[in-house]
């Protein structure tokens, strides 16, 4: 490589980080946690540090929860313990994984856009969903550098005539694969599915095999499995648990509750990838455009870096619309195939040496972080769980009980997961359960975390009406103390 092109990579890299420091961090930790999952992954980190079992993810000392791989708790249960119990150490990882994932768009970028290897970042940072999602505490993020990590090795695999070098990418893409598997399970590997036929309409069947050598493949199985195949001798029933619930029903049935039937997707997808691919909207008419005229005029689709881009895309995003359960950020995947096309759409107009174009990004990139800065200060959701601590602080001192436990109008374990404000925990240092009053066990769970913890604050759902509550509470010989309400739930102090 020439000095002059050295130079010029160095600091477009200088200019990446700078980037996505500033997108990253800026009003990072503002905002409090939201419900229901910023509060769920957060107090699953908060019960592993609490009690030092990092294996089993769980919302209280009563309630397991492997819904989920344990990478997410694990990254956040290691930011709060260096940073501290604050909303900035939660989001913090989030920010450095907005980050890598740059990182790892412009190592794409040397290969595909070699003399702007800065634009495929630029896109994918400033795409209004890939910089929201960076401030949402999720498993996706970090899905997405894992996922953007696999393909790096792959595209430098598979474009690379160095043979050397082709194994070592090889080995990169299934580290890849398997830290994917061990944040979100089966739907990790999507993007594979892609990979696959371009390479055998490629280089054939043969061809395939270069990319399945035995050490990658054990190096996903150490990565990937491991962890599942503990869990799965230690804890009983739990392997058709996770083939059951987590694969079966997610596929093919609406038991999540996320958005099933045919609708559902147009619903939830097509607004993410309208609004998500701002301000980028005339380079995706263009590329749209332009598929669209070869696949009228007949023209041969070669195996081109640009056709394996557009597969990336579309046979997850086909699976993710035939699958029944579906959430906005699912999506945020797919943004890295997307960016690269952009960046590949943009290569020719966009030139940062121009001072328009130079005014045009810091201009959009005050329109983000005003939408950040506003969604932390100036939008007050009654989902913030930060809101309810303080309200909750002033209906009872909090040094008059030891927990927290909700008991709703309910006997699922789901709507358990989904109405329960779990981030009060770090909020209020206080353990947080919830109870599905009309479960069978209902009564006895009660009556089990109040043993489990002497003093709790017990909400009642105001569904269940007053005195709902008051006979399982007089099985749990404690001391009932009334205090009053809060968001019409009724507060009870429970001492035994």
Known sequence: MRPETMRATRWSLIFVICFGLLLGFAFQGTRGLWSPDEGRYTVAALQMLDTGNYLAPAYSPDEVNFSKPPTTYWVIA???????????AVR????????LTLLVLHAMGRQLVPQKPWLPSVVYGCAAAPFLAGNIVSTDAFLTLCEALAMLGFLRAAFDENER???RYVL??????GLAFLTKGPPGLIPLLAAIPFIVRRDGWRGLGRFFPLSGIVLFLLVGLSWYLVVVIRYAGLLEYFLHQEVYNRVFTAAHKRNAGWFGWIKIYVPVLAIGLLPWWPAVGRVLRRWVSAVRLGTKNEPSVELFLALWFLVPFVLF?????????????????????LALELRDRVDLSQTKHKLLLAAWVVVLLAVKGGAAYAWH???DNRQAASELSTATPTDRYKAIIFVENTDLDYTIEEA??????MYLGKVVYGIPWLAPHGGEALCHALHNEGKALVVVDP???PKAADTALAQCSGKVTELGTWRKNVLKLVEL
Do not use: E, H, I
């Not at 990169?172 to 694969?177: D, F, N, R, S, V």
């Not at 619309?321 to 096309?341: A, D, G, I, K, T």
């Open 381 to 383: 959701s009654s989902n």
């Open 92 to 99: 913090t990882p989030y920010a450095l994984a907005f980050l």
């Open 165 to 167: 070098g082709r194994k």
């Open 321 to 341: 619309c035939l699958v029944q359960s579906r959430l906005p950020l699912y999506m945020l995947p797919l943004f890295v195939p997307l960016s690269l096309l």
């Open 420 to 425: 329960t404000p779990w981030g009060l925990r």
């Open 463 to 465: 569904d269940l009406g």
């Open 78 to 88: 290691a930011s709060v313990k260096m940073f501290g119990r604050n909303s900035w």
């Open 172 to 177: 990169l893409m299934w580290l890849g694969w």
